[in-house]
């Protein structure tokens, strides 16, 4: 109730604000419609109204941006990703309210860039920024010459948004019998004593982008714990153990991590590198006789990535390897996770034609998600996307797992 009247003292708050000022609009409308490779089935119908209402003043600014989703012909979702103010004082600024935060260096990947948890109900599909989901923080910015400290204060935890049981997205996990969920501990009351902390310095120099950062936060996928039940299988000899029941209780659990990320030119060459140390995280193994299949490991997640152009045509690439640290022989993730990206993008007919392909490569499980997109710029409002999101690999793999979603995809926007 406390972060409630916070969230509703803040929004009476800028609505005077509002009303005793003149802000300024923006946004855009668009129609997005899916159709699936594998039988013509629509993956997607969604029209989307992004409103953007922001007023700048000298020492004082605020922007709220309600989101407007409607799928078919009845449902409708509408969202405030984010509304916040800004104070601005000599050497430091304050920004309080619901708030998206971006950190890292990274293109497509989430390494460091984790104060913000992502909205995953459409795997990694929607445009990078909306996949992320608005926090309600306090977020309090050091400028000192060409330094900056950060400390972000979360009021309450947010977790991951993920997939309800009738999406094509979402994956039935493999259990040999039906388990059984106990949802008693699956969130996470706020309070100060469960909010979230994080700080980063950052650095900007004429040779060396630069930032480290570390937090106390929660973990934003729950942890499954499995809760196996066994009896005595009497039609062998002798007896054996038998699973009779398992039970699931998902709980999410507290981390800590740190790490960094930097970039630098090198004879036209952009160099980029980001990392993540995570103390104690937890994962499942495949003990047939474990009471609960969880084990806690250290785990490293990082990136190395090149950009750069050749004439006209802009190229960048990424390496990221997950890897699990003192690693057991009984998880069922592997020790070592490798992924490469690769992106190419080309501007032609005076800049009004935009064509790109991303794509993403799981060297570890063999298998790919590839997103070749062609844009034309109709005039300075309108446009016009044709892309495409072609999984391929085997049923095993992060990408592959989604093979029968192949789709095509046409969105048409309007920005005013």
Known sequence: ????????????TVSQFVIAQTPNFSGYARNYTGVLYNNGDF?????TLNLNIEKLGDKVAFKANPMLYSYGTDSLDLRLREIYLDLYFENFDLRIGKQQIVWGKADGVFITDVVSPLNLTEFLLPDFDEIRTGVNAVKFDYYLGNNTFEVIWLANFTPTELPSTNSIWYVQPDFPITPTFDWSKS???PSLSNSEVFVKYSALTS???????????????????????????PSTTPPTPMLTAINITPEYHRLFLGGGSFSTEIKGVILRGEGAYYNGKSFLTEDPLATDALIEKDYLHYLVGLDFSIKSVKFSTQFIQ????????NMIDEELQ???TFMTRFDMLRETMHLELFSYIGLTSEDALIRPKITYDFDDSFSILLGSNIFLGDDEGRFGQYKDNSMIYLKLKYNF
């Open 207 to 233: 040779k060396i982008d630069f930032e480290f950062m570390g937090g106390y936060t929660w973990a934003d996928n729950p942890i499954m714990h499995v809760q196996k039940e066994f009896g005595m299988n």
């Open 322 to 329: 997950e890897a699990i640290l003192d690693y057991n022989e």
């Open 338 to 340: 490798n992924t490469m």
């Open 43 to 47: 993956s997607i119908l969604q029209n």
């Open 1 to 12: 109730m406390k972060i409630k009247g916070l969230i509703l003292i803040l929004f009476v």
């Open 187 to 189: 969130e996470v009351t």
